[in-house]
């Protein structure tokens, strides 16, 4: 097998914040011939305790492709031979290959063994996610509440276990064998429900590589429409807010007392099939509420899976991620523009002090702010495949939403 790293592992090892270099590869092998690095690798293996029996350079080894194939044929199948490829600052160089004999990754699982998700709340956004990798091979279980839903689930072949208004039956074996787990179970006025029942089980995990929360922006409270990224103090303003903080703070602690790393997954509001302004124009529950300068940020349901399958494979240590697209707009706009693509007239605007809404309807209007979203584009790379509402509409009006 050979493979090269990405930008964003090549600065997790870089930053020596690394647990290995075997954690892209997620398909059976049975050796690892080679893997192409760059300098900083070269360090962050250093830094590791890795053992290297003999580096050899170009020049030094004239016969170096001769030896290579010497190595293939003599290294018994658990040593791994690794060559790390020098680029040199500014002008590009030719590469002087370093060939470390016998390297033992220090990966936390068998590379031969397929990771296994766990999604505490099977619900919109993490089924969306847990569907991308049962795609991609890896073994995939996680909670509902109903047993209908349950049995859907496993005929999809997704392992369910029911888990709301009742703890898991049996903790210890339907965790068992996770390698990476996902929160997306809102916290209630007693905290976190899944720390609050399995907090304890979840650290009796062996193998555990990566945690993963959805919380939300509404951490970052009222900007009166400024802009926060995640480096932004956080100062929510709603219940809901302040709950969010605090359980991204517990599971900051979990994850720190397991030394694994945590990416909490900041959502703006989520809109995707079944779930968007079409539907709500042809069920008639669209409105248009007119309030100065109320902005919201929103992501489409396969970006935010395209987002957590890049995170939970990118070996980046503990950090938040903003997941929105790139404009945050005016509601009334969006419904507007959906209503335009159904070719229906727009429901008319009403003033949001005449507006009969919910105590959580009213807690979205009473913040405005523009989240910015670009560490999930330098960091993890992402590309969004609905940069703004209208590319998402757009998508969902040629499948067929909202008509008929």
Known sequence: VE????????????CGRATSIGAPLHCPVKRLVRVHLHKPEAVAIARSGIKVLRV??????????????????????????????HFSHGRYRRPLPWRFQGARLATKR????????????????????????????????????TEDKAERLRADGIEAFIFGDTALSNPAGALAGTTHLL???????????VLNAHGDDIKAITGLEWIGYLSTTGVYGDRKGGYVNETSMLLPTTDRGKKRVTAELN?????????????????????????????????????RVDKPGQVFSRIHVDDIAQIL?????????????????????????????????????????????????????????????????????????????YPTYREGLNALAEAGEGKG
């Open 251 to 287: 599971w900051q602690d979990l994850a720190a007392a397991l030394d694994v790393p945590l990416h909490m997954f900041r959502l703006a509001g989520i809109y995707g099939p079944g779930r968007n302004q079409l539907v709500s124009l042809r069920t008639g529950k669209a409105r």
């Open 56 to 85: 050899t350079k170009r020049g030094e080894d004239q016969n170096h492709q001769r030896d290579d194939a010497e190595d293939q044929q003599t290294n018994p199948c658990k040593e791994q031979l690794c060559r790390i490829y």
């Open 110 to 145: 068998n590379l031969a063994s397929m990771p296994r998700l766990f999604c505490f709340g099977l619900g919109f956004s993490a089924l969306a996610f847990a569907k991308q990798m049962q795609q991609r091979g890896w073994q995939v279980a996680g909670t509902c509440r």
């Open 183 to 193: 929160a997306s179970v809102p916290p209630g006025d007693d905290g976190d429900p």
């Open 3 to 14: 493979f090269k790293l990405h930008k964003r592992q090549r600065l997790a090892m870089a």
């Open 309 to 385: 399958v890049a995170a939970a494979t990118s070996g980046l240590p503990t950090q938040p991620f903003n997941v929105c697209d790139d404009e945050a707009a005016p509601p009334q706009d969006v419904v507007a523009y959906a209503a335009e693509l159904l070719g229906v007239d727009p429901p008319p605007l009403v003033p949001f002090e005449d507006v009969e809404m919910s105590p959580m309807g009213r807690s979205f209007y009473a913040e405005s702010k523009r989240v910015k979203n670009d560490r999930i584009k330098d960091d993890l790379g992402v590309s969004l495949k």
